[in-house]
């Protein structure tokens, strides 16, 4: 005789093949998800984009091919983002497994603990939607015999096994970053950095086209500031704080910029910052340091150049005027700012001329100052009245 459990069990199964033969079950509607960007779709919540303008031909999304690196707390969620989104292809790069901790994820579930997060990953995203093809690799891309099979995939990984359309970097250490910034300068391919601090109450994006950005050698990494000491924030023994709310805004920004990328709408932001305790985003634009250690990162920018010699209209519809604040009835444009005669250093947040709300990770050592023996003279207005004075600066 079968057990309550057998029997409903069976129940359900019928139940399920009732609902296919209406089109209705889960099984039928995940094949069908796998069909949903089409344009023969008029259903489509995707496809709407599309027939409202927005985008231009959606379902060009199914061509492309993205990698993610670090497939934790934001990669996890951005993988999940783009396969709901119907991207052709994803490539998941990760070496770590699935920990009990992991729960507070918006994404891997307790079952999977002790799983590779790649492993489980890719499970998980092709129940969700199994027209994505899914690529896993589970590696540490930053050893030596790991890097160049890392560079090979990104090289042929696509789906017309040429280069991949674009990387998503989601991790969480220095060092694979600078990974992932050498493979990207070396073979120019454009990248999204990501990242949540340890405070878990901050997080950013930030867009690298090599030669034309800034890469991740050319200024040290920019970091929300939220007005808390850091230094009181580390306690031995207490690990990274982590908040699902923070990690899930900062991967929506990240897909949200990868879409308007690849499908070519809106504007793509170069950097974007996260406070949340204040809700500020601040926004700003990076350009390549000619004294950039990489020195692959110096041959990008001199291709650059290049390019824009060659197609000057590039650089016409890039060029967004600035407009400088002045009192209304300032005639001269004349602003005064305070100074520090005795303070001769740089500071590497006024270098870079950061907005409100961004500092640096760190300081780069100051280099010493080369002697200038060239002597400004001064003219000897001393006679001149107010009027002449005025008269003069009109002529300028």
């Given amino acids: 005789m079968d057990t309550v459990e057998e029997l409903k069990a069976r129940v359900l199964e019928l139940e399920n093949e009732v609902a296919e033969l209406k089109g209705t079950s889960t099984r039928g509607r995940i094949d069908k998800m796998s069909a949903e960007v089409v344009d023969s779709n008029p259903y489509s919540r995707l496809m709407a984009l599309q027939k409202m303008g927005i985008v231009k031909n959606y379902e060009d999304v199914r061509t492309f091919t993205v990698a993610v690196v670090g497939v934790g707390g934001v990669g996890s969620v951005t993988a999940e983002m783009l396969t709901r989104c119907g991207i052709g292809k994803l490539i998941l790069f990760d070496y770590d497994k699935v920990e009990l901790a992991n729960m507070n994820r918006l994404f891997f579930q307790p079952h999977q603990s002790g799983q590779s997060k790649v492993e489980a990953a890719k499970n998980t995203l092709q129940s969700i939607n199994p027209d994505v093809e899914i690529e896993i690799y589970n590696y540490n891309i930053t050893t030596v015999d790991n890097y160049d099979d890392f560079v090979s995939r990104l090289e042929t990984g696509s789906k017309t096994k040429g280069q991949i359309d674009l990387l998503l970097s989601c991790v969480d250490n220095f060092e694979a970053r600078m990974t992932i910034n050498n493979a990207c300068n070396a073979i120019g391919l454009n990248w999204f950095e990501s990242g949540v601090a340890e405070n878990a109450v901050s997080g950013h994006i930030q867009f690298i086209i090599p030669g034309k950005y800034a890469c991740f050698s050319c ?175 009109k002529n300028i």
């Fill in 219 to 393: 200024a040290p990494p920019l970091i929300v500031s939220t007005k808390m000491d850091e230094k009181m924030l580390k306690k031995e023994g207490v690990c990274a704080a982590s908040l699902p709310t923070t990690m899930g805004i900062v991967a929506g920004l990240l897909v949200q910029n990868s879409l308007k990328y690849l499908l070519k709408f809106g504007d793509v932001s170069t950097y974007v910052g996260y406070n949340a305790l204040e809700d500020y985003f601040p926004t700003m634009t990076l350009k390549p340091n000619q004294n950039c250690d990489d020195s692959k990162c110096i041959k990008k920018q001199a291709e650059y150049q290049l390019y824009i010699k060659e197609h000057p209209e590039v650089l016409i519809e890039e060029v967004k005027e600035e407009t400088e604040v002045v009192h209304e009835d300032n005639d001269w444009g004349i602003s005064l700012v305070e100074s520090d005669p005795t303070n001769e250093e740089v500071s590497e947040e006024t270098s870079l001329n950061l907005v409100p709300g961004l500092k640096v990770a760190y300081d780069i050592p100051s280099k010493p100052l080369k002697e200038s023996h060239q002597e400004v003279e001064l003219d000897d207005d001393a006679g001149e009245s107010l009027d002449e004075l005025m008269n003069r600066m």
